[in-house]
């Protein structure tokens, strides 16, 4: 018995002409399960070959592409997702906790939220209830410029009295790049960062040197942080809150010093939203 090294274009049934074989006497030589696969390079016996032979090339009706093992398809390992936050970054798409199901639920769900939180909460057509969803933030989030994770929802009826929930991405803490915006309180030469407290507020549609606005009706009391650490843990309450708007901010940067700003995109369709609203903006901020 002799070898033979598998050339490309050698086939089974030709070498076994080849060498006055078999294909079974060859597959059987070399334990080979299936006859039409032979794999270039390999080192083939040949049963009943005498001293040396003679590789010489295939003629081209022998020259068929060899067939290579078939290579299983490996389904890719999938890295587990994670799970969701409860707070997904999709405008129109957050879900908070328990909130039910369902526009009327909904509307009942934070209608409820604003009694119990001590707000107002307005019923009649087209009148907006904006009720502010806060997670605390310091004012050193994203190196700075701030985070849009908190959450507006607007809860109105239309006219003919069907309810309307809309959730929004949006921020109410002032960002640490915008401190030159803000008052120094206590005389010590730096800014004095504030926010609204959580409580009850009126809005009315306005303007300012940006273009549209919502603005206070008139001043609230703001709570600042007074040892500049970027947190709310040494808080004091002042007045300032008639400055504190409902505006655009940035794509990158929510450009705050304490107003209430959107995303870009988030802002044109909350001025969407509120374009049939009647009457002022019934403001209710919570800490979630």
């Given amino acids: 018995m002799h070898s033979y090294r598998i050339k490309s274009g050698d086939t089974l049934s030709a070498l076994s002409r080849r060498f006055g074989t078999t294909v079974k006497a ?20 040949i049963p009943g070959s005498s001293d040396s032979v003679a590789q010489a090339a ?66 009649g057509p087209n009148q907006f209830n904006l009720v502010g969803l806060r997670t605390n933030t310091p004012t050193t989030a994203n190196g700075g410029a701030g985070s849009y994770d908190d959450r507006l929802a607007m809860v109105w009826k239309d006219k003919a009295g069907r309810p309307h929930v809309e959730l929004l991405r949006y921020n109410t803490e002032p960002a640490r790049d915008m401190s030159r915006y803000s008052a120094d309180v206590n005389g010590d030469g730096r800014a004095d960062q504030g926010r ?39 808080s004091k309450r002042t007045g300032g809150g008639a400055s504190m708007l409902f505006h655009s901010g ?8 304490g107003c209430q700003t959107f995303p870009p995109s988030e802002w044109s369709r909350f001025r969407r939203l509120i374009g049939p609203a009647q009457g002022s903006f019934a403001y209710t901020l919570v800490t979630r």
């Avoid at 490996?74 to 879900?95: A, I, L």
């Avoid at 940035?250 to 010093?257: D, I, K, N």
């Fill in 26 to 45: 060859l597959a059987r030589a070399n334990g080979l399960e299936n006859p039409d696969l032979i794999i270039t390079g390999r080192t083939l016996r």
């Fill in 58 to 123: 295939p003629s081209k009706q022998q020259r068929v592409e060899l067939a290579e093992p078939p290579k299983k398809k490996r389904t890719p390992t999938r890295t587990p997702t994670p799970p969701r936050s409860r707070d997904p970054e999709r405008p129109g798409k957050v879900r908070l906790g328990d909130v039910p199901r369902g526009q009327l639920a909904q509307y009942e769900y934070y209608k409820d939220l604003v009694k119990k939180a001590g707000g107002k909460f307005k019923t």
């Fill in 196 to 234: 609204l407290v959580p409580g009850s507020y009126e809005y009315v549609k306005s303007s300012w040197k940006n273009g549209f606005c919502l603005r206070p009706v008139r001043d609230y009391a703001v709570q600042r942080d007074m040892n500049h650490n970027g947190r709310w843990d040494d």
């Fill in 250 to 257: 940035g794509s990158s940067g929510t450009y705050s010093a």
